[in-house]
C-alpha cells in the first residue's frame, strides 16, 4: 500500500470537505497492510473515511502495521462512533470477516480514542478474544505511540481544537447552512424589493448573507477570543459587530429608527443561531450545555426577529 | 481542553465510586481527562469538562458510570424535539 498522498488524494480530500461527491469518497472496509508487517505486528484500527485512512495510512509510512478498516459509510471516526456504526458490532464482524485471529499471532487492537463512544473494549473482548487499547487522539502521534511502548503520553492523549483543525470543519458547516440560506435569503429579497426597491432588496440579502458568515465562519475561526462560555453569545456579538459595518457601510444615519433598531436585533439574532449550531462540530460542548442554551436562546432569537419584523412593517405606516 | 471551556453545572456525568473496580478505563478513554484513578476507584475531577460523549459509559465494564450522551448540535436537537413531539418525519442529525 503507497504511503504518500498524491495530489489526487488531496483534491479528493478538498472535494470531501466541500460536501462534493462525498459519499463516495470512502476505501473498502478490510484489513490492509503497511509495509510487510509479520503476524508480531500491531494491528491499527480506523474508518473507511478515506480522509481517516489517509491520515493513518501517511502517519505510519515506513513501519509494518496492519490497518483493519472498518464500514463506517464512508463517515470519520469520531461522527461514526457517535451514530454506533464505528462500533462494537462492526469491530467484531470485521475481525471474523478478515480472518484477522489467524494473520496475526498476538491479541491486541489499537483504536483511536475518539472512537471509544462507540466501542465497549470489554464486549469486543468477550465476542473476539482481541483487548483493545486506545491509543492516541491523532493518527500522527500513532508512531511516537509505537515508539514509546504503545503507552500514551497525557499528551497524546488531550484534545485540541486549533485554529486550523476549525478552518477545516467551517466548509463542513457552510455546506450545511447553504440551502436554508439561500431560500430565507431569496424571500427576503423579495419582500424588500417588492415593498422598497430592487436595490433595498440587495442591501437586505448583503446584510443577511453576513450575518449568516458571521455565525458559520466568523465565530468558529474566533472561538477561543469571543468572550464568555455560551455559543449564542459568542455568535450574536460577532453578529452585532456586523450590524455596525451595515449601518456605517450602508449610510445608516439616514435610516429611520425602526429600520435601525430592527438591523440591530435580526442580525445578531441569525449568527447566534448559526455559532450555536457549531456545537456539533466542536469536541468540548457538551448536549446537556446545548440543550440549556437553547431553551434560552429560542425565545430570544426568535422574539428578536418578530420585534424586527414588527418594526420593519410599523416603518411603512410611520 | 486548554483554552476551551463550556457551560458549568450542567453535564449528566454521574459516577457509582462503590461500584467501580479500579480498572482505569473511564481514565484511558476520556479525551478531556475527567476521571481521576486513587486507591484502586475512579473519581470525577474536572465534572464541567465533560462533553458526554459517552466514552466511560460505553467502556466501563460493570456499568458504573451514567451519562446522557448523544447529539449535541443545535440543529440536531431541536429535530430531536420536534420528533418526539411527532412534528417532524425522523432523520436529521449533527455530524455526517
Ligand atoms: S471504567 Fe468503570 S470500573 Fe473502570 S475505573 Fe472507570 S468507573 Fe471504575
Ligand atoms: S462522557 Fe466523554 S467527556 Fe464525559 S467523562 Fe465520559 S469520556 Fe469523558
Known amino acids: ?318 | 481542553m486548554k483554552g476551551f471551556r463550556y457551560l458549568r453545572n450542567v453535564v449528566t456525568l454521574e459516577l457509582r465510586e462503590n461500584a467501580c473496580i479500579g480498572c482505569g478505563r473511564c481514565v484511558e478513554v476520556c479525551p478531556h481527562q475527567v476521571f481521576r484513578l486513587a486507591q484502586q476507584k475512579a473519581r470525577i475531577a474536572d465534572r464541567d469538562a465533560c462533553m458526554e460523549c459517552g466514552a466511560c459509559k460505553r467502556n466501563c465494564p460493570v456499568a458504573a458510570i451514567e451519562v446522557d450522551a448523544g447529539v449535541g448540535c443545535a440543529t440536531g436537537l431541536i429535530n430531536e424535539w420536534l420528533q418526539e413531539r411527532k412534528l417532524r418525519a425522523p432523520g436529521g442529525s449533527c455530524c455526517s
Not at chain 1, 483493519?68 to 471474523?96: H, M, Q, S
Request: proline residues 5%; contains cysteine; positive net charge.
Open chain 1, 1 to 318: 500500500m503507497a504511503t504518500k498522498l498524491h495530489f489526487a488524494d488531496r483534491l479528493g480530500a478538498w472535494k470531501a470537505r466541500w460536501g462534493i461527491g462525498r459519499m463516495t469518497y470512502l476505501v473498502p472496509a478490510g484489513l490492509y497492510a503497511i509495509g510487510t508487517p509479520t503476524p508480531d505486528d500491531p494491528v491499527v484500527v480506523t474508518a473507511n473515511y478515506k480522509m481517516s485512512y489517509d491520515l493513518v495510512r501517511q502517519a505510519l509510512a515506513g513501519r509494518n502495521v496492519w490497518l483493519l478498516v472498518l464500514e463506517t459509510f464512508g463517515i470519520n471516526v469520531w461522527c461514526a462512533a457517535g451514530k454506533g456504526t464505528f462500533g462494537t458490532d462492526e469491530l467484531a464482524r470485521r475481525i471474523e470477516a478478515t480472518g484477522l485471529a489467524q494473520v496475526v499471532s498476538h491479541r491486541r487492537l489499537l483504536l483511536p480514542i475518539l472512537g471509544a463512544p462507540g466501542v465497549a473494549a470489554h464486549e469486543v473482548q468477550r465476542r473476539t478474544g482481541f483487548g483493545v487499547s486506545y491509543a492516541t487522539i491523532r493518527a500522527n502521534d500513532l508512531p511516537a505511540f509505537l515508539d514509546n511502548s504503545m503507552v500514551a503520553t497525557p499528551a497524546m492523549r488531550e484534545l485540541t481544537f486549533t485554529f486550523r483543525e476549525r478552518l477545516v470543519l467551517v466548509p463542513v458547516e457552510m455546506v450545511g447552512a447553504l440551502q436554508p440560506t439561500v431560500v430565507v435569503g431569496a424571500v427576503l429579497f423579495l419582500l424588500a424589493a417588492l415593498t422598497a426597491g430592487v436595490s433595498a432588496g440587495f442591501w437586505v440579502l448583503a446584510a443577511y448573507f453576513g450575518a449568516v458568515l458571521a455565525g458559520v465562519v466568523v465565530a468558529p475561526l474566533l472561538l477561543p477570543w469571543l468572550p464568555g462560555p455560551s455559543f449564542a453569545i459568542k455568535g450574536a456579538l460577532v453578529g452585532l459587530v456586523w450590524s455596525a459595518c451595515c449601518y456605517l457601510f450602508a449610510n445608516g444615519a439616514g435610516w429611520h429608527v425602526t429600520t435601525t433598531v430592527a438591523l440591530f436585533l435580526a442580525l445578531p439574532a441569525v449568527s447566534a443561531f448559526y455559532t450555536l449550531n457549531f456545537t456539533g462540530c466542536t469536541t468540548f460542548s457538551s448536549r446537556s450545555g446545548v440543550k440549556k442554551e437553547l431553551r434560552l436562546a429560542i425565545p430570544a432569537m426568535g422574539g428578536a426577529i418578530a420585534v424586527s419584523a414588527l418594526l420593519v412593517a410599523a416603518g411603512w405606516f410611520l
